[in-house]
């Protein structure tokens, strides 16, 4: 099984950088494939990012492509959110989460919440203007 910890969230001003991490124990960390999803106030959680198991497949939602890059380097169980041109609108708080690699992984699946059994406690993001 595997456990995840979120960090590397913050305040930061509107158009500025931040660098989510995301740590996994467990040795069956290179079998799942990884997310990011964030949840604003009074809104359901949503897709932002995910990685396929063998890092072949990216997948970004539509609302953060060229400002976001999604990683993963599975000999130190990490898979990083690389934030640039910071929003109001990409405050939330952003959670870590594992799908096992038999999930084929498609630009659909990825972005399913329910796809995901293992879920971090979260890392709030804060843009001001």
């Known amino acids: 099984q595997v456990q995840l910890v979120e960090s590397g969230g913050g305040l930061v001003q509107a158009g500025g950088s931040l660098r989510l991490s995301c740590a996994a124990s467990?040795?069956?960390?290179?079998?799942?494939?990884m997310g990011w999803f964030r949840q604003a106030p009074g809104k359901a959680r949503e897709f932002v990012s995910a990685?396929?198991?063998?890092?072949?497949?990216?997948y970004l939602a539509d609302s953060v492509k060229g400002r976001f890059t999604i990683s993963r380097d599975d000999a130190k169980n990490t898979v990083s959110l690389q934030m640039s041109s910071l929003k109001r609108e990409d405050t939330a708080v952003y959670y870590c989460?594992?799908?096992?690699?038999?999930?084929?992984?498609?630009?659909?699946?990825?972005?399913?919440?329910?796809?995901?059994?293992?879920w971090g406690q979260g890392t709030q993001v804060t843009v001001s203007s």
């Open positions: 467990g040795r069956s960390f290179s079998s799942y494939h």
């Open positions: 989460a594992a799908s096992p690699r038999l999930l084929p992984a498609t630009a659909h699946s990825m972005s399913v919440p329910d796809n995901f059994q293992l």
């Open positions: 990685i396929s198991w063998n890092s072949l497949d990216t």
